[in-house]
């Protein structure tokens, strides 16, 4: 599966952005789809997921702000980011699980400024 991912870049606090993930292969038929980031000098954490049979799952520092979707029509996974804080400065990749496989998409940059 290949994933190209779009959108990022700059905004200010409190503004919003919206990554999008296109996936090569249905993105429905994909068990599970997830956003994770990496800030400079940070480990990478999960921000987001949505699985078959799973729900969908949010990191506690973005619950309320961020919304993950897939859009089966343009075949993507959708990071809708509200109220941006500086703290959500980071690479952000997108993430598809298909049994023991793993893919990822290249990295975006989103830098929050204060």
């Known amino acids: 599966v290949q994933l190209q991912v779009s959108g990022g870049g700059l905004a200010q606090a409190g503004g919003s952005l919206r990554l999008s993930c296109v996936a090569s292969?249905?993105?429905?038929?994909?068990?599970?789809v997830a956003w994770y980031r990496q800030a400079l000098g940070k480990q990478c954490e999960l921000v987001a997921s949505?699985?078959?049979?799973?729900?969908?799952d949010y990191a506690d520092s973005v619950k309320g702000r961020f919304t993950i979707s897939r859009d089966n029509v343009a075949n993507s996974l959708i990071l809708q980011m509200n109220n941006l804080r500086p703290e959500d400065t980071a690479v952000y990749y997108c993430?598809?699980?298909?049994?023991?496989?793993?893919?990822w998409g290249q990295g975006t940059q989103v830098t929050v400024s204060s």
């Open positions: 993430n598809a699980k298909r049994g023991h496989l793993n893919y």
């Open positions: 292969a249905s993105i429905h038929s994909i068990p599970v």
């Open positions: 949505i699985g078959h049979g799973i729900g969908i």
